[in-house]
C-alpha cells in the first residue's frame, strides 16, 4: 500500500523582499527530504510555498509541518488587512487541528513569524526596542527549555543569529497555561540583565516559535555583517572588539553552527517521527554533530573555515 506523501509549508513573511533566509530555509528542507528519503525511499516528499504579505496567499490545510519565516518591519504593519486575518486562521488551525481528530499539523514560526504568534495568542506583549538587536547574541534557556526536546542539546545557552526592533516581553503566564505553553528561551539568564525579551516558547506538540534565525548559515550572516553599512551599525552599537569576536564565532563549532544544524532540523526530525507509526514511516535520526558541516555548504571553498 501507498504511503501518504510527507507535506512541508513555507510560509515566506518577507513580503516579497528577497534576502538570505529563504535560501537558508530551502536548503534546510532539501537537506531534510534527503534524510526521509534515506530512510523511506518510496515516501513523496512535497514542498509548498505561499507569500501571505505581499501576495494574501493563505497556507494550506493539508500540510504535515509548516516554517513561517522572519520578515521586515513591524508586526503591526498589516493590522487591518485580510492576510493578518488569514494568518490569525491559519494559526488557530493548527491549535485545533490536535483537539478535533482531524489532521495534526505543527507550526514553526521564526522572528516576524514569531511576533505574530505571540500577539495573536497574547501570550506576552509586543513591543518596539529602543534600538535595534542584530547580529550573533547569546540565548538562555529557561529551566524548562533546558529539558525540551528544542534545546536540550544545548544547555543553559546557545547563539543564535538576531536582527529585530520588536520583542516580546511580560509573559502572561495565565495565557500560557491555557495553551498549555512553556516558556523555553529569554535573552537574559535571569530574566532582566542584558534584556527582557522571550527568545522562545511552545504550545505543547503544535507550535515552537523562537525570536531569532536558527535557520541562518555561515554565508547568510556573512552576507549581512560584512556589508559596509552594516559593519559600521554594529561597532557604533557594541564596539569593534565585540564585532570581531562575532567573526570569530563563525568559526566555533559549538555556536552558531550547532544552532542552524540541531534547531529546525531537530522539529522537522521529530515530526516527521511523531507520523510515523500512524503512516507506517520509517523513524529518522535526530540531527547529531555530523550535521554542522552543513553550516558551510553554501559558502565558497576558500571563505570557510
Known amino acids: 500500500m ?11 513573511m518577507n513580503d516579497g523582499h528577497p534576502n538570505q533566509a529563504m535560501r537558508c530555509l530551502h536548503g534546510i528542507v532539501d537537506r531534510y527530504f534527503e534524510r526521509v528519503h534515506r530512510s523511506n525511499p518510496a515516501v513523496e516528499c512535497q514542498l509548498v510555498h505561499v507569500s501571505p504579505r505581499d501576495k494574501e496567499e493563505v497556507p494550506p490545510t493539508d500540510c504535515d509541518v509548516y516554517i513561517s519565516s522572519g520578515g521586515p518591519g513591524s508586526p503591526f504593519d498589516g493590522d487591518g488587512q485580510p492576510w493578518v486575518t488569514n494568518y490569525g486562521h491559519f494559526v488557530d488551525g493548527i491549535l485545533d487541528s490536535w483537539h478535533t481528530g482531524s489532521r495534526r499539523r505543527a507550526l514553526f514560526a521564526i522572528c516576524y513569524s514569531f511576533e505574530m504568534v505571540v500577539r495573536h495568542l497574547g501570550v506576552a506583549q509586543v513591543v518596539k526596542r529602543e534600538q535595534r538587536k542584530f547580529g550573533v547574541m547569546p540565548v538562555y534557556p529557561t529551566a524548562d527549555g533546558q529539558r ?7 544547555g543553559d545557552r546557545l547563539f543564535a543569529f538576531e536582527h529585530r526592533w520588536w520583542e516580546a516581553v511580560d509573559v502572561d503566564e495565565k495565557r500560557m497555561a491555557e495553551l498549555h505553553g512553556t516558556l523555553l528561551a529569554r535573552e537574559s539568564r535571569d530574566g532582566v540583565s542584558k534584556g527582557r525579551a522571550i527568545m522562545g516558547f511552545d504550545t505543547g506538540p503544535s507550535i515552537e516559535a523562537v525570536q531569532f ?15 559596509p553599512e552594516q559593519a559600521a551599525a554594529f561597532k557604533d552599537t557594541y564596539g569593534e572588539s565585540t564585532y570581531q569576536a ?3 564565532t563563525l568559526d566555533d563549532p559549538r555556536r552558531l553552527a550547532r544552532t542552524f544544524a540541531f534547531l529546525i532540523p531537530s522539529f522537522l526530525a521529530r515530526r516527521f517521527n511523531a507520523l510515523a507509526p500512524e503512516r507506517d514511516y520509517v523513524p529518522i535520526a535526530l540531527p547529531d554533530d555530523t550535521d554542522i558541516q552543513g553550516f558551510d555548504d553554501a559558502m565558497p571553498a576558500a571563505e570557510t573555515g
Open 213 to 227: 534565525h536558527p535557520e541562518a548559515d555561515r554565508l547568510g550572516v556573512v552576507s549581512w555583517v560584512t556589508r
Open 246 to 248: 562575532m567573526m570569530r
Open 2 to 12: 501507498k504511503r501518504p506523501p510527507l507535506r512541508l509549508c513555507l510560509v515566506d
Open 148 to 154: 525540551h526536546p528544542l534545546l536540550a542539546p544545548f
